[in-house]
């Protein structure tokens, strides 16, 4: 059973910082573009970070640009995103997301998604 589970969330105050995980399992993700997506409550999904298989091309979304940063362990078939300098607007549940297709920050190209966990930052 292929799966994607994220871990994490939290809740945390304006200023401070979370590192989320994304496991993988099920298949061989190591050739896979991570990317990592967010929805806020009555808002569309929106991109955040991917990185390609090997770590070589990494692309943010502009809100997070400069206070994320995406990683991946293929030996643990883990993909991370440090969140610093956290907003109330980050408040979102954050999914991982793999393709085998690109490195892309469209949501369309991602085959496989977790549940997600929820970031919730206090003001």
């Known amino acids: 059973q292929v799966q994607l589970v994220e871990s994490g969330g939290g809740l945390v105050q304006a200023g401070g910082s979370l590192r989320l995980s994304c496991a993988a399992s099920?298949?061989?993700?190591?050739?896979?573009?991570m990317g990592w997506f967010r929805q806020a409550p009555g808002k569309d999904r929106e991109f955040v970070a991917v990185?390609?298989?090997?770590?070589?091309?990494?692309y943010y979304g502009d809100s997070v640009k400069g206070r994320f940063t995406v990683s991946r362990d293929n030996a643990k078939s883990t993909v991370y995103l440090e969140m610093n300098s956290l907003k109330p607007e980050d408040t979102a549940v954050y999914y991982c997301?793999?393709?085998?297709?690109?490195?892309?920050?469209?949501?369309?190209?991602?085959?496989?998604w977790g549940q997600g966990t929820q970031v919730t930052v206090s003001s």
């Open positions: 099920g298949r061989d993700f190591s050739m896979d573009a």
């Open positions: 990185i390609s298989w090997n770590g070589g091309t990494r």
């Open positions: 997301a793999s393709s085998m297709r690109a490195t892309s920050r469209s949501d369309r190209i991602y085959d496989y």
